[in-house]
């Protein structure tokens, strides 16, 4: 059998408690997707800067370009 508050200061401590527990779980959640998704972040902006230098050497060969 298990024991559960039946006073107001123990509800208050149980609702406390509960709460805590939450907010460390979704923080402990946060930081392993954060952990995991930080090496696609890199990837993507990786790739964003290698369009960027390819965008900007095309706009350079039609510069050049006689017309």
Do not use: C, N, Q, W
Not at 61 to 67: H, I, V
Request: proline share 3%.
């Amino acid at each position: 059998m298990g024991h559960y508050p039946v006073t107001a200061e123990g509800k208050l401590i149980r609702l406390v408690l509960v709460f805590a527990g939450m907010v460390l779980f979704g923080v402990f959640v946060g930081y392993a997707a954060s952990f995991f998704l930080e090496d696609d972040e890199r990837k993507e902006a990786k790739g964003i800067e290698e369009l960027r230098r390819d965008i900007a050497s095309l706009r350079e060969s039609l510069d050049r370009r006689p017309g």
